[in-house]
């Protein structure tokens, strides 16, 4: 009896993927040619890689092991890991405040316009809405203001931890122009958080502002008139509110596309390609979101920023692990 197949097809066999080339090893291994110094750019090439960089002391086989984060300093890598924690905690605890508070000013609002109404319940709503703390005050406002610049230094803060130079890579930083990037956006958004700081705050500035709402909303007639409508448009807090939140809708996006764009390199120093690519899908759909669907943008990007931060936080926390086997002895003479 013989085979239906005389010739069976060899076995498949999975390609070989090769991986990085081993680094040199042995008491008469050097660096290979044009290796530079992580820490200062010096020309390492052909210095014993058990030696030092005399440049800067630095152990030549240190650059020689690359950008991965498991390689970098621990207490580096701790700042990056602070950083990120500030960030999904603040990112999430601003969001939260900011909807609460909206929520309540609209509520305020609708008990204001049913008490005014004449409605059914109308009595009741007018009630209630004069029992609530006024959404409409100078206090209410100013301290909307003062949440939101907070929150815009602490998300700050929290940026420019993570965004911070490796010492590591002092010589050779191929992440320079993309920090540089972020680290302007950042300085940018702080200029312009602190001059709407000092501009809301500006005595007479809230107060007429509500002043004009409330001849608006409350006129001899129970009516809203016109020429009160124009005057609340054309107050001064009015005016450099609008312009604020313009120029901070353009802001917002600019430091959006920098950040997911820093993320991105920063995930492949972990190494992660499936987390750098999202964040690279994220720095494009991050515009449209703010652009197409305005309504629910910040809602969004909150949920993607929270996805990163948390994916990031545990690949942070390993690298630090990795990072503090490396700096053992027995690590240091393999």
């Known amino acids: 009896m013989t085979d239906a197949s005389p010739n069976p097809a060899p076995p498949q066999v999975p390609p070989v993927v090769p991986g990085p080339p081993p680094l040199p090893a042995g008491p008469g291994a050097v660096a290979p040619a044009g290796a530079v110094c992580r820490f200062c750019g010096y020309d390492i090439g052909g210095l014993a890689t058990g030696g030092t960089c005399p440049e800067c002391g630095s152990a030549v086989m240190r650059s020689l092991k690359g950008n991965l984060l498991e390689y970098a300093d621990p207490v580096y890598l701790r700042s990056l890991q602070l950083g990120v924690r500030i960030l999904f ?41 004069l029992e609530l703390p006024s959404a409409t005050s100078a206090s209410f406002l100013i301290t909307q203001v003062i949440l939101r610049s907070f929150g815009s230094g602490v ?3 929290g940026w420019w931890l993570l965004s911070a130079r490796d010492p590591g890579a002092t010589g050779s930083d191929p992440d320079q122009p993309i920090r540089r990037f972020l680290r302007t956006t950042l300085i940018v958004n702080a200029v312009m958080t602190t001059v709407w700081l000092v501009v809301a705050l500006y005595p007479g500035m809230v107060n007429s502002f509500v002043t004009a709402a409330t001849s608006m909303n409350k006129g001899q007639s129970g009516k809203q008139s016109p020429s009160a409508a124009f005057a609340l448009l054309t107050t001064p807090f009015f005016i450099a509110n609008s312009l604020h939140a ?16 820093f993320m991105r390199a920063l995930a492949r120093r972990i190494p992660d390609e499936s987390l750098a690519n999202l964040a690279g899908v994220m720095r494009w759909l991050v515009f449209v979101i703010y652009v197409v669907l305005a309504c629910i943008s910040e809602l969004l990007v909150t949920v993607i920023y929270a996805v990163m931060l948390d994916r990031f936080q545990t690949a942070i926390s390993r690298a630090i692990v990795k990072s503090k086997a490396h700096q053992t002895p027995a690590s240091s003479a393999a």
């Open 89 to 129: 905690l603040a990112i999430i605890t601003i969001n939260v405040v900011e909807t609460l508070m909206g929520l309540y000013a609209g509520l305020y609002g609708a008990l204001n316009g049913f008490g005014q109404s004449g409605a059914p319940f109308s009595a009741v709503a007018a009630t209630v809405q």
């Open 155 to 157: 998300i700050l803060l």
């Open 246 to 261: 313009m120029i901070d809708w353009v802001v917002r996006i600019v430091l959006r596309i920098a950040s997911l764009t």
